[in-house]
């Protein structure tokens, strides 16, 4: 029971402000750990007194949780503004991670705070060097000061990744791409056949990414997408998450594009 429906005490032992509004927390239990998490896998985050929310992890290092949080509502303006030695309350792990496929090309797209979930897969990967062809990281941000891990994507390019990165709103000192993230695929080889594609973003960034692979020849069960919708318990049993026949919280946050594209092509699902 513990873990699933009753939060587990944690306490901040480090906190990084990544922009003005987005911060990494590194936990650490106080007494009993919760289950190993997966890449791609979330936990509800609780700040007392607040209520809780769901964040996925941003890196897995033993029994420590790490979570990157943009402040946008009450809760999550909450647990962004927790200090080193504050107390929070976690439950999890929750969902469906992401699937690594041995060999062949991996390609890894976020947009915005999807970066989070993705860090992971991207550290697994470099950490593996043999398991994968290429690595190729393609990065898309509002601007470059909403960017995220910027000295540890540099760290990735020296171990061997292809990281490309463009922005909606350039600023005056920046010399990188301009544009949607979409645009930096044809500047990245993969051969379709034997590559798998992980995608996180906001919605009509996976949708245009998905269609854009499509037509490049990668097959939609090579897709994987993190989807996202309000979610409250974590469990499969408030409904809040429901795409179609899919609670979320329960069978996602990933999920095929092959299951995913067909939900999302019907409009107000």
Known sequence: MSGA???????????????????????????????????????????????????????????????????????????????PGDGVGVRGP???????????????????????????????????????RRLSVLIGSRSPSDLLYGEESGQWRAAGARVLVTVDRPEPRWTGEVGVVTGLLDRVAFEPRRS?????????????IA???LVRGLGPERIQVSLERTMHC?????????????????DGPVVPWSEAGPLLAVREL
Do not use: N
């Open 5 to 83: 429906l009753v939060p587990l005490p944690y306490r901040v032992i480090g906190r990084a402000a990544d922009t003005a509004d987005t911060a990494t927390l590194v936990l650490e239990p106080e007494g009993e750990a919760l289950p190993p998490f997966e890449p791609g896998q979330f936990a509800m985050v609780y700040a007392f007194g607040v209520g809780d929310i769901p964040v996925s992890v941003s890196a897995i290092d033993g029994v420590r949780l790490t979570h990157t949080v943009r402040a946008v509502g009450a809760i999550s303006r909450a647990v962004h503004a927790l200090r």
């Open 94 to 132: 929750f969902g469906t991670g992401w699937r690594l496929p041995a060999g062949g090309d991996l390609l890894v797209v976020a947009g915005g705070l999807g970066l989070a979930p993705l860090r992971p897969v991207v550290r697994a990967a470099l950490a593996a060097p043999g398991r994968h």
């Open 196 to 208: 798998a594609a992980l995608v996180c973003g906001p919605e009509v960034m996976i949708r245009a």
């Open 211 to 213: 269609r854009e692979l």
């Open 234 to 250: 974590g469990t499969g049993h408030c409904g809040h998450c429901q795409l179609g026949p899919l609670l979320l919280c329960r």
